[in-house]
């Protein structure tokens, strides 16, 4: 689904230091999610936005934040990365007031070395 | 928070068979219970989905109940074909989205 791009699509890093992973959709959905994807637990909610002001934690939201930006745009930050933090990180987006839907974007693939 | 288990794990069935995998839900305020298809690779995609206001839905050879009073559901795929191949999540939503684990489902020509 073009309308929900994420980059960068893969990044290696070293333990310690700082990522940005960013997210942007043309979808005009205000809901914004991302998730992290580890082999065998399906997919596990970091924080999700309900509008440019409300932020919100999800399941495993220790070790990461977030911004959103405008209403297209949601940041994923790892202030410093540990290899436990090496997975597939999504971002997605929806609209409650239509579907409900969830719209994922590609993925980014995160090896902390 | 909302907890959702899902089995089987793993599901190995012929070409033609149907292939049924059961979600469970901790929240009975849940409303909302989508089912998505991965291929390797790939980004979760929705195939079906049913609101906590209906028992049964159905999309071709997909169909999904919901017993709320249970608070389980299920995804029925009938007359499988190779390209059903691929890992399924379920998920039960209030407000946040809670997916289980995944069902690998392996159908054999």
């Known amino acids: 689904d073009a309308d929900v791009t994420q980059t960068p699509r893969n990044r290696i890093t070293k333990t310690g230091k700082r990522i940005m992973l960013e997210c942007s959709q043309t979808k005009g959905h205000d809901r914004m999610y991302w998730y992290r994807q580890d082999p065998g637990l399906g997919l596990q909610l970091i924080y999700y936005s309900f509008d440019v002001k409300d932020i919100n934690k999800g399941e495993i939201s220790d070790g990461y934040s977030v911004s959103r930006q405008a209403q297209a745009k949601f940041s994923l930050s790892l202030e410093s990365a540990i290899p436990n933090q090496t997975a597939l990180y999504f971002c997605a987006t929806s609209d409650p007031w239509y579907e409900d839907t969830q719209y994922f974007g590609p993925g980014t693939r995160l090896t902390v070395l | 928070g909302e907890n959702v288990e899902q089995h089987p794990s793993t599901l190995s069935v012929q070409e033609g068979d149907s292939a049924v995998i059961k979600c469970t839900y901790s929240?009975?305020?849940?409303?909302?219970f989508p089912w998505y298809k991965q291929e390797l690779g790939k980004r979760p995609q929705l195939i079906i989905d049913i609101r906590s206001n209906v028992g049964e839905k159905k999309d071709q050879r997909i169909a999904v109940t919901l017993n709320k009073t249970a608070k389980h559901f299920s995804l029925h795929i009938t007359e499988t074909q190779p390209e059903d191949s691929a890992v399924y999540f379920c998920?039960?939503?209030?407000?946040?989205?809670?997916f289980g684990a995944g069902t690998r489902l392996t159908v054999k020509p």
């Open positions: 929240d009975s305020a849940s409303n909302y």
């Open positions: 998920a039960a939503s209030r407000e946040d989205m809670r």
